[in-house]
């Protein structure tokens, strides 16, 4: 290719400002970066290996899916479909991730981003409450339920001896929500309903110790919830499987509950907690 150097950082310029996203790391905290085009690679076409990152061992799967992603920077063409479509079925499949999670949810809302404002589709990655397509809010939904259950595990292991092991301690243990991400993505409303019994221990653990943190979990919930059912195509869509939007729903909900207009009502977490049981 060749261009004047203007419209290359044009081009350039483009692609990190339709591409870049939130990664958090443990030396650096939260960086706005764009991955690059061998970390997509890696991240939608290889897998978790025992270091500890993502990585795709095809090579020349590697370079044919970089030689086609050049052209969405160089020329403007949009993401591919059959990529965004890999990406969303990796993280259907959260149970694949131990270490490396919360970074391929991150490479995923890149992708996706990109896939829809080449759509010409509005992304916002604060919460909108006002947003009503049917995965956002299931997605927000899930948010909320792996939110509550980690409240407890945390208050609750807060409270554990010194010397217990370091593994149990601060809510590592996955939650209801975790574990049942794959299910609820294919099949929410159905998968809905037994992770609200899964749940149900620890929303009566905040009903009986933090009654002001149950009332808030429990207005959010009803709140989505009838967003949900309020949708005149409820029966026909309730189990079909979930877009990217349900990927961008749990992910604005999330960062929600933890900007600073919440810091009060995450310190009620671990105020008041008695030592309830769970019954798994």
């Known amino acids: 290719h060749e261009m004047p150097k203007s419209d290359l950082l044009l081009r350039a310029g483009n692609w990190y400002q339709q591409t870049n996203w939130n990664f958090y790391y443990r030396d650096y905290g939260m960086v706005r970066e764009t ?58 499949n959260r149970n694949s991730y131990d270490k490396t999670w919360n970074y391929v949810l991150a490479v995923g809302c890149s992708i996706f981003k990109k896939y829809k404002i080449d759509k010409k589709e509005e992304v916002n990655e604060m919460l909108d409450e006002t947003k009503q397509k049917r995965s956002y809010l299931f997605g927000r939904l899930l948010a909320v339920y792996e939110k509550l259950e980690k409240d407890v595990l945390v208050a609750k292991d807060l409270k554990k001896p010194d010397d217990s092991d370091s593994k149990e301690k601060k809510g590592v243990r996955p939650t209801n929500a975790e574990r049942l991400w794959s299910a609820y993505a294919k099949r929410p409303e159905r998968t809905l309903k037994i992770l609200e019994d899964k749940v149900r221990p620890y929303r009566d653990i905040f009903s009986k110790n933090n009654a002001r943190r149950a009332i808030y979990y429990d207005g959010i919930i009803m709140k989505i919830a009838c967003l949900i059912r309020e949708s005149n195509t409820y029966e026909k869509d309730k189990n079909k499987a979930l877009d990217e939007d349900f990927v961008f729903g749990y992910y604005a909900q999330k960062q929600e509950f933890y900007n600073s207009k919440n810091k009060k009502q995450e310190k009620m977490n671990v105020e008041d907690m008695d030592n309830g049981s769970i019954t798994e």
């Not at 085009?37 to 044919?64: I, Q, W």
């Not at 920077?73 to 059959?82: G, H, V």
């Open 35 to 92: 991955p690059s085009l061998f970390r997509y690679v890696d991240t939608v076409f290889g897998l978790e290996n025992k270091k500890g990152y993502m990585e795709c061992k095809n090579a020349k799967l590697r370079t044919k899916t970089v030689e086609r992603l050049l052209p969405c920077i160089l020329e403007q063409r949009q993401m591919p479909m059959d990529i965004k479509n890999r990406m969303l079925e990796n993280l259907c």
